[in-house]
Nanobody, 121 residues
Framework: QVELVESGGGMVQAGGSLRLSCAASGTIFDIVDMRWYRQTPGNQRELVAVIRSDGTTTAADSVKGRFTFSRDNAKHAMFLQMNSLKPEDTGVYYC???????????????WGQGTQVTVSS
């Protein structure tokens, strides 16, 4: 089995920063795309960014210029540096990954349990 665990959430004032981490553990041959999603109050879960295995990233317009994304493939981890946070960034942030557990197995998608980010005005 594969487990994704997020960490680094918390409460911060508007304009502040937080850094989220996501670590994958278990039987892992390869991780293809990794993603950050968030679910803000009253809204559906939305895609924040996709971070590919080569490090290239596609981010939502709402976070461009404020959030930066990175991966450590050797550690099966990814990171989300959030700067200039706004109250509308408040929500639960989820890690998502496309994982191949063995070289000849199909790719499966896994989710973390989420970490709460609260930005006060």
């Amino acid at each position: 089995q594969v487990e994704l665990v997020e960490s680094g959430g918390g409460m911060v004032q508007a304009g502040g920063s937080l850094r989220l981490s996501c670590a994958a553990s278990g039987t892992i041959f390869d991780i293809v795309d990794m993603r950050w999603y968030r679910q803000t109050p009253g809204n559906q879960r939305e895609l924040v960014a996709v971070i590919r295995s080569d490090g290239t990233t596609t981010a939502a317009d709402s976070v461009k210029g404020r959030f930066t994304f990175s991966r450590d493939n050797a550690k099966h981890a990814m990171f989300l540096q959030m700067n200039s946070l706004k109250p509308e960034d408040t929500g639960v942030y989820y890690c998502n990954a496309d994982v191949q557990r063995e070289w000849n197995w199909a790719i499966e998608q896994y989710w973390g349990q989420g970490t709460q980010v609260t930005v006060s005005s």
